[in-house]
């Protein structure tokens, strides 16, 4: 079955960079958009990032723009954030998530999720 | 940027009781609304999109209303796994965003 599986997550100082990865399982990786949304600790959630299925269109938060970059390796079937300049407000769950597609039709609806990493920016 | 208002924060409710969330857009979304439902350390798991269609595997008493501004999340008769935070989500246009949250708990 789709199995999205995050990992990098961990401790480190504000000003650092960190590098999430989600491994796909169990379907066509290179035919989905793919997504990255967080939440910080008792908090909701905050759409990050996203990828077209072929790596040609991104977009970006607001409040990470210039500091986070989404990237995908189809031959690995995998989706990366590369996370630069990291604030203490950037502590957080971090999902990968699908772009739900249905029939030809790419919709930005996350199903599913993977099971998060948690990322903390602390001193 | 569109501001997704849900209400209540919480809405204290028992099994077998009839749930009602609202999620206000500002501007307007059409019908490019969805709900999740997370349980405290889960990820959140898509249950309506498109307004009013139910995702896959999603049991019948979860349905959903509105178009426009102003959505409905119903949830017909409470069942105990339903206790969970639900989100609404728009797609109309970047950013996406997600409202704040309805904490729907037992009474």
């Known amino acids: 079955q789709v199995q999205l599986v995050e990992s990098g997550g961990g401790v480190v100082q504000p000003g650092g960079s960190l590098r999430l990865s989600c491994a796909a399982f169990g379907f066509t990786f290179s035919s989905y958009g793919m997504h990255w949304v967080r939440q910080a600790p008792g908090k909701g959630l905050e759409w990050v990032a996203f990828?077209?299925?072929?790596?040609?269109?991104?977009y970006y938060a607001d409040s990470v723009k210039g500091r986070f970059t989404i990237s995908r390796d189809n031959s690995k079937n995998s989706l990366y954030l590369q996370m630069n300049s990291l604030r203490a407000e950037d502590t957080a769950v971090y999902y990968c998530?699908?772009?739900?597609?249905?029939?030809?039709?790419?919709?930005?609806?996350?199903?599913?999720w993977g099971q998060g990493t948690l990322v903390t920016v602390s001193s | 940027e569109i501001v997704l208002t849900q209400s209540p924060a919480t809405l204290s409710l028992s099994p077998g009781e009839r749930a009602t969330l609202s999620c206000r857009a500002s501007?307007?979304?059409?019908?490019?609304l969805a709900w999740y439902q997370q349980k405290p350390g889960q990820a959140p798991r898509l249950l309506i999109y498109d307004a009013s269609n139910r995702a896959t595997g999603i049991p019948a008493r979860f349905s959903g209303s509105g178009s426009g501004t102003d959505f409905t999340l119903t949830i017909s008769s409470l069942e105990p796994e339903d206790f969970a935070v639900y989100y609404c989500?728009?797609?109309?246009?970047?950013?996406?965003?997600f409202g704040q949250g309805t904490r729907l708990e037992i009474k």
């Open positions: 989500q728009h797609r109309s246009n970047w950013p996406i965003t």
């Open positions: 990828i077209r299925f072929d790596g040609t269109y991104k």
């Open positions: 998530a699908n772009q739900l597609r249905l029939g030809d039709l790419y919709t930005n609806w996350f199903d599913p």
């Open positions: 501007p307007s979304v059409s019908s490019y």
